[in-house]
């Protein structure tokens, strides 16, 4: 009887788990869908997937029947909930023909903003729009309720990169109504192979279009209607606003200020690039955010002060004993800590565990903890399915799921030696241990990096970020003199962190494993942490070397590839070989902080391991320069070839050698040929589009003419030059397709099969012109652009194929621009 019982608990444990993995796996599979299916079909499938549990937990099936069934219904539950959700996203997206219209909007500053040298940007839920006197004669329009905005000081469409030494804009603060007339457009980002995707990431924040407010001449004047009463619109954000505004202030180091203001208000923004570089080498990174470890923290110092206190009170004592007092006002604390952070995916999942595991306790109940870690983990993609998309949510729980699994066989001796200051900091070391082999592989999937040094770093670093920068930030709120304590302490820690990232071999970089490879390689990991016989520890090791040993594949000998990357107003070309890889141009400058070097290149030649042999720079143009800086700091041994002025910034980073007609050479059996400009041609004093390097890529079978910035003159002169070294049948539109290139007699001589277009989506200068479209197609050319693409893969074995990334990785909230006119 009692074996009966026990096998029937057994049966409903296995089949509560079944069902929050599938819940968890549902979720995940709608991520994968291009569109979404009508709402009838999710809502049906959610009833389904009710009405299925309702009959299983009726039925009380055994083990065996209960197991699959209960996973089918949590599969069609996840999916049909992260549908729904989906679906009501979707209704609120900013209709295409209101792109690029004026609207007058009135809304609430919804978040602290952001603020750099080119102007701000911040979030607004919109309270009303209208029309501008410009605008159609149409009802008032329907817009998304959440906009994110920039302010620049230029005052136009074109972003931050134009913004210019104007008078200061008005500080926009959290919770203040103001007036704006803003220009709009759909969230539309770059989208790579392996890259960041900033449309999902502006779909989670709700944001359904961005614009720029417009200040011009013939535009109403951006108007603050109140000031009384925007603290209490949006207390917590303008809270988080002063406290981060005051940090910055008072702290002198704006690197150190930055660390500072991420720990107490989660604004990860504030932390330098060459920071973040610094904590991702030596594996830090997780501690310069809110964490989890932050906040279990907070709710166990909470948790000890509520219970303090609370045995002070004979009344208080009498109506709830003190251990429960301080289990919930400790998470009642680190909850309200996590919301003030941000609330980001680490603090819910913390937010969450520990509001379970209070729970247990307060029941006195004991739950298996598979159990309870997949209930957090379904609850957390329950209130945001796309945190599965989220290399933090990842980290998260894997984290957290080795240390439950590598420490439930703990014998009871050791738990009880625990308690001696040895027996902990042995338990310290093993548990850093442990996360860091099992997470290694998955970091290698996400990131294609691992810090070698990570290890000792996190054992510095944990202890006095936890102990000692985090309580002084923290307690700085209350006595803003603590932070300058704080950000000396975080000075020490810099110090130290710098020196081990510049020991030798302080990363392993690997090229992006497959996914099936990057879970073998956890498994691996896991198995090889865990308290089991050494012959099935060993085990592991081969499930982790094909995460290891992975190689990105590139064209035989003979053959070549290229990748036009989608860096946005701006050229980059990745041309590979079967052993070479050459950079055609390294994308725009983006803001004073930010480039398409350290945003998109150095990832992409990351994930690819792509050891990188020649960087040529057409010209000196922003848009084409822009990110050369990251990529030769992470190249060092990339020869830079192009027609940069001898006093150009870049020229002190890595000497150039000129880029002149009659260069040439060969790659693996592909050729390689400099058309223009012609030796000794002056560069200073000339416009650089003259300039622009002109290289054609042969084997005999395909070509590809990578043609820069020239223009009708310099086009005029190649024809009349060699016409018949011009045939390609990949041709990069000249200028991003300006009017002022693209000549008539050029594209008849170069006569491409594919004619590929870098620019910006919307960007200010109409590329490219439809009388340029109309001309390559003239000629018989597919025109293809990147906005309308993404990144575009064409490879010589194939020269009539080509792939956008936008059709590889198509998911429903991405853009879908009109086709090319």
């Given at each position: 009887?009692?074996?009966?019982?026990?096998?029937?608990?057994?049966a409903?444990?296995?089949?509560?788990?079944?069902?929050?993995?599938?819940?968890?796996?549902?979720?995940?599979?709608?991520?994968?869908?291009?569109?979404?299916?009508?709402?009838?079909?999710?809502?049906?499938?959610?009833?389904?997937a009710?009405?299925?549990?309702?009959?299983l937990?009726?039925?009380?099936?055994?083990?065996?029947?209960a197991?699959?069934?209960?996973?089918?219904?949590?599969?069609?539950?996840?999916?049909?909930a992260?549908g729904?959700?989906?679906?009501?996203?979707?209704?609120?997206?900013?209709?295409?023909?209101?792109?690029?219209?004026?609207?007058?909007?009135?809304?609430?500053?919804?978040?602290?903003?952001?603020?750099?040298?080119?102007?701000?940007?911040?979030?607004?839920?919109?309270?009303?729009?209208?029309?501008?006197?410009?605008?159609?004669?149409?009802?008032?329009?329907?817009?998304?309720?959440?906009?994110?905005?920039?302010?620049?000081?230029?005052?136009?469409?074109?972003?931050?990169?134009?913004?210019?030494?104007?008078?200061p804009?008005?500080?926009?603060?959290?919770?203040?109504?103001?007036?704006?007339?803003?220009?709009?457009?759909?969230?539309?980002?770059t989208?790579?192979p392996?890259?960041?995707?900033?449309?999902?990431?502006?779909?989670?924040?709700?944001?359904?279009?961005?614009?720029?407010?417009?200040?011009?001449?013939r535009?109403?004047?951006?108007?603050?209607?109140?000031?009384?009463?925007?603290?209490?619109?949006?207390?917590?954000?303008?809270?988080?606003?002063?406290?981060?505004?005051?940090?910055?202030?008072?702290?002198?180091?704006?690197?150190?200020?930055?660390?500072?203001?991420?720990?107490?208000?989660?604004?990860?923004?504030?932390?330098?690039?060459?920071?973040?570089?610094?904590?991702?080498?030596?594996?830090?990174?997780?501690?310069?955010?809110?964490?989890?470890?932050?906040?279990?923290?907070?709710?166990?110092?909470?948790?000890?002060?509520?219970?303090?206190?609370?045995?002070?009170?004979?009344?208080?004592?009498l109506?709830?004993?003190?251990?429960?007092?301080?289990?919930?006002?400790?998470?009642?604390?680190?909850?309200?800590?996590?919301?003030?952070?941000?609330?980001?995916?680490?603090?819910?999942?913390?937010?969450?565990?520990?509001?379970?595991?209070?729970?247990?306790?307060?029941?006195?109940?004991?739950?298996?903890?598979?159990?309870?870690?997949?209930?957090?983990?379904?609850g957390?993609?329950?209130?945001?399915?796309?945190?599965?998309?989220?290399?933090?949510?990842?980290?998260s729980?894997?984290?957290?799921?080795?240390?439950?699994?590598?420490?439930?066989?703990?014998?009871?001796?050791?738990?009880?030696?625990a308690?001696?200051?040895?027996?902990?900091?042995?338990?310290?070391?093993?548990?850093?241990?442990?996360?860091?082999?099992?997470?290694?592989?998955?970091?290698?999937?996400?990131?294609?990096?691992?810090?070698?040094?990570?290890?000792?770093?996190?054992?510095?670093?944990?202890?006095?970020?936890?102990?000692?920068?985090?309580?002084?930030?923290?307690?700085?709120?209350?006595?803003?003199?603590?932070?300058?304590?704080?950000?000396?302490?975080?000075?020490?820690?810099?110090?130290?962190?710098?020196?081990?990232?510049a020991?030798?071999?302080?990363?392993?970089?690997?090229?992006?494993?497959?996914?099936?490879?990057?879970?073998?390689?956890?498994?691996?990991?896991?198995?090889?942490?865990?308290?089991l016989?050494?012959?099935?520890?060993?085990?592991?090791?081969?499930?982790?070397l094909?995460?290891?040993?992975?190689?990105?594949?590139?064209?035989?000998?003979?053959?070549?590839?290229?990748?036009?990357?989608?860096v946005?107003?701006?050229?980059?070309?990745?041309?590979?070989?079967?052993?070479?890889?050459?950079?055609?141009?390294?994308?725009p400058?983006y803001?004073?902080?930010?480039?398409?070097?350290?945003?998109?290149?150095?990832?992409?030649?990351?994930?690819?391991?792509?050891?990188?042999?020649?960087?040529?720079?057409?010209?000196?143009?922003?848009?084409?320069?822009?990110?050369?800086?990251?990529?030769?700091?992470?190249?060092?041994?990339?020869?830079?070839?192009?027609?940069?002025?001898?006093?150009?910034?870049?020229?002190?980073?890595?000497?150039?050698?000129?880029?002149?007609?009659?260069?040439?050479?060969?790659?693996?059996?592909?050729?390689?040929?400099?058309?223009?400009?012609?030796?000794?041609?002056?560069?200073?004093?000339?416009?650089?589009?003259?300039?622009?390097?002109?290289?054609?890529?042969?084997?005999?079978?395909?070509?590809?003419?990578?043609?820069?910035?020239?223009?009708?003159?310099?086009?005029?002169?190649?024809?009349a030059?060699?016409?018949?070294?011009?045939?390609?049948?990949?041709?990069?539109?000249?200028?991003?397709?300006?009017?002022?290139?693209?000549?008539?007699?050029?594209?008849?001589?170069?006569?491409?099969?594919?004619?590929?277009?870098?620019?910006?989506?919307?960007?200010?200068?109409?590329?490219?012109?439809?009388?340029?479209?109309?001309?390559?197609?003239?000629?018989?050319?597919?025109?293809?652009?990147?906005?309308?693409?993404?990144?575009?893969?064409?490879?010589?074995?194939?020269p009539?194929?080509?792939?956008?990334?936008?059709?590889?990785?198509?998911?429903?909230?991405?853009?879908?621009p009109?086709?090319?006119?």
């Open positions: 009887m009692t074996g009966g019982i026990a096998g029937r608990h057994a409903a444990w296995h089949a509560r788990m079944a069902c929050l993995a599938g819940t968890v796996a549902g979720a995940a599979l709608q991520l994968q869908q291009a569109s979404l299916w009508p709402a009838a079909v999710y809502a049906a499938g959610a009833l389904g009710l009405a299925g549990l309702w009959l937990r009726r039925l009380r099936p055994g083990l065996r029947i197991f699959l069934p209960a996973m089918l219904c949590g599969i069609a539950l996840g999916l049909a992260a729904l959700r989906a679906g009501m996203h979707l209704a609120d997206a900013l209709p295409a023909w209101m792109e690029g219209r004026d609207v007058e909007v009135v809304g609430v500053v919804a978040q602290m903003p952001r603020r750099n040298a080119a102007g701000q940007q911040f979030r607004l839920d919109v309270a009303s729009a209208r029309w501008t006197a410009d605008g159609p004669d149409a009802p008032a329009p329907r817009l998304p309720p959440s906009l994110a905005l920039g302010w620049y000081a230029s005052g136009t469409w074109a972003g931050p990169q134009d913004a210019d030494a104007a008078a804009l008005p500080a926009v603060h959290a919770g203040e109504r103001w007036r704006f007339t803003v220009r709009l457009r759909a969230p539309h980002g989208l790579n392996h890259g960041f995707d900033y449309e999902l990431w502006l779909w989670e924040q709700g944001v359904q279009a961005t614009g720029t407010v417009r200040a011009g001449p535009d109403s004047a951006p108007e603050r209607l109140d000031g009384s009463g925007a603290a209490f619109r949006r207390p917590v954000e303008r809270a988080r606003e002063a406290v981060r505004d005051a940090i910055l202030e008072r702290v002198a180091d704006r690197q150190r200020a930055g660390v500072v203001a991420a720990l107490v208000t989660g604004d990860q923004a504030a932390i330098d690039r060459a920071d973040w570089d610094v904590f991702r080498a030596t594996g830090v990174a997780h501690l310069m955010s809110i964490s989890g470890l932050h906040v279990t923290m907070f709710a166990w110092l909470a948790g000890a002060v509520v219970g303090a206190l609370w045995r002070r009170s004979t009344q208080l004592m109506r709830l004993p003190a251990q429960q007092a301080a289990l919930a006002g400790g998470l009642a604390l680190a909850a309200a800590y996590a919301l003030f952070s941000g609330w980001g995916v680490p603090a819910q999942r913390t937010v969450w565990m520990l509001a379970l595991a209070a729970l247990l306790r307060l029941g006195a109940r004991r739950w298996p903890w598979p159990l309870a870690w997949l209930l957090v983990c379904a957390v993609v329950a209130l945001d399915p796309w945190a599965l998309m989220q290399a933090g949510f990842w980290l729980f894997v984290a957290v799921g080795v240390l439950f699994a590598t420490d439930a066989g703990a014998m009871p001796a050791q738990a009880g030696a308690r001696h200051a040895g027996a902990r900091l042995v338990r310290l070391l093993r548990e850093q241990a442990v996360v860091t082999l099992a997470l290694a592989p998955l970091g290698l999937l996400l990131f294609q990096q691992v810090s070698l040094v990570g290890l000792a770093a996190n054992l510095v670093a944990i202890p006095w970020v936890t102990l000692v920068v985090t309580p002084l930030a923290m307690l700085g709120v209350p006595v803003p003199a603590l932070w300058d304590a704080a950000a000396g302490a975080v000075g020490l820690l810099g110090w130290l962190l710098q020196a081990m990232a020991w030798p071999g302080a990363t392993f970089s690997a090229a992006a494993p497959p996914l099936w490879a990057g879970a073998a390689g956890v498994l691996g990991g896991l198995l090889l942490a865990m308290r016989p050494p012959s099935l520890r060993l085990m592991g090791v081969p499930l982790l094909p995460v290891l040993l992975w190689q990105a594949p590139r064209p035989p000998p003979g053959e070549f590839e290229l990748l036009a990357v989608d946005g107003q701006g050229n980059a070309v990745l041309v590979r070989t079967a052993r070479h890889t050459l950079l055609y141009d390294a994308g400058r803001s004073q902080d930010s480039d398409a070097g350290h945003r998109v290149l150095v990832p992409l030649l990351r994930a690819l391991d792509a050891r990188v042999d020649t960087l040529l720079l057409s010209h000196r143009d922003t848009d084409h320069t822009g990110g050369a800086a990251a990529v030769l700091a992470m190249q060092p041994g990339a020869t830079l070839l192009g027609t940069l002025e001898p006093d150009h910034p870049l020229q002190a980073l890595r000497p150039q050698q000129p880029c002149a007609a009659g260069l040439q050479w060969e790659w693996d059996g592909v050729r390689f040929a400099v058309l223009h400009p012609q030796p000794g041609q002056a560069v200073e004093g000339v416009r650089p589009n003259t300039v622009s390097c002109v290289l054609r890529v042969d084997n005999g079978r395909a070509s590809a003419l990578l043609a820069g910035d020239i223009e009708r003159p310099q086009e005029l002169a190649l024809v030059g060699d016409a018949a070294a011009l045939r390609a049948d990949v041709l990069l539109v000249p200028h991003h397709g300006s009017k002022t290139s693209s000549s008539a007699a050029f594209l008849a001589a170069v006569r491409p099969r594919l004619a590929v277009v870098q620019a910006g989506w919307r960007n200010r200068f109409g590329h490219p012109a439809p009388e340029v479209v109309a001309r390559l197609r003239g000629q018989g050319a597919q025109v293809v652009d990147s906005p309308r693409c993404g990144a575009l893969g064409w490879h010589s074995a194939q009539d194929a080509v792939q956008c990334e936008r059709g590889v990785r198509r998911r429903y909230w991405h853009h879908t009109p086709p090319l006119p």
